[in-house]
């Protein structure tokens, strides 16, 4: 959906480094959510939140971190990239029951 | 969250109508199903929502049994455009919130042939 961007669309980075993946929206919607799909398997929730001032771990916030920036803009950070991060992150909105994902961000750490 | 359980692949022909069920024995009173759709590397799109019953949209149809532990996503006369990765979820929508909280699984690999 081109309502939801990300960037960079794709990243290769080395052990050990810090990376941000951003998200942007123009639905105007309160929720946003970063999931990360490995090959064959499902998404897997990183981080949610429900507006500017509300954060919230998903199943998998270890080594993750976010930052809500305005309304439209959610990031999500890697500190220090490790090999098994390695996979294909998603961001999504959401106003009500029915979440919009963006086109993905594939991240490769070395 | 209720766990759910779905065939891992399904093959159909064009034309054919493509029936996927999802078991979800253990879904709260408060959960909704929902279907998603994901082609290759692409975000899942929304497909159907519902409680209970039947609902119908213009893509699918999706039927829930009164005790609400399975539902069938039922897409008709498929076409090759429907190859992709099917998703049952179901989640609590938080009261006043809306909010749903999504769980997926490995979901169901359509393959749809000529």
């Known amino acids: 959906d081109a309502d939801v961007t990300q960037t960079p669309r794709n990243r290769i980075t080395k052990t050990g480094k810090r990376i941000m993946l951003e998200c942007s929206q123009t639905?105007?919607?309160?929720?946003m959510y970063w999931y990360r799909q490995d090959p064959g398997l499902g998404l897997r929730l990183i981080y949610y939140?429900?507006?500017?001032?509300?954060?919230n771990k998903g199943e998998i916030s270890d080594g993750y971190s976010v930052s809500r920036q305005a309304q439209a803009k959610f990031s999500l950070s890697l500190e220090s990239a490790i090999p098994n991060q390695t996979a294909l992150y998603f961001c999504?909105?959401?106003?009500?029951?029915?979440?919009?994902f963006g086109p993905g961000t594939r991240l490769t750490v070395l | 969250l209720a766990k759910t359980t779905q065939p891992i692949s399904m093959d159909s022909y064009e034309g054919q109508e493509v029936n996927i069920t999802c078991s979800h024995n253990?879904?709260?009173?408060?959960?909704?199903i929902t279907w998603y759709q994901q082609f290759p590397s692409q975000g899942p799109r929304f497909i159907i929502q519902?409680?209970?019953t039947k609902v119908t949209n213009e893509v699918a149809s999706l039927f829930i049994p009164a005790d609400r532990k399975s539902s069938t996503l039922s897409l008709p006369r498929v076409s090759l455009s429907d190859t992709a990765v099917y998703y049952c979820?179901?989640?609590?929508?938080?009261?006043?919130?809306?909010?749903?909280?999504?769980?997926f699984g490995t979901g169901t690999r359509l393959l749809v042939s000529p």
């Open positions: 999504a909105t959401s106003r009500a029951d029915t979440q919009y």
């Open positions: 639905k105007g919607h309160d929720r």
């Open positions: 939140s429900f507006d500017v001032k509300d954060i």
């Open positions: 253990n879904i709260a009173t408060n959960d909704y």
């Open positions: 519902g409680y209970k």
């Open positions: 979820l179901v989640g609590d929508i938080e009261g006043g919130t809306g909010f749903q909280k999504l769980v």
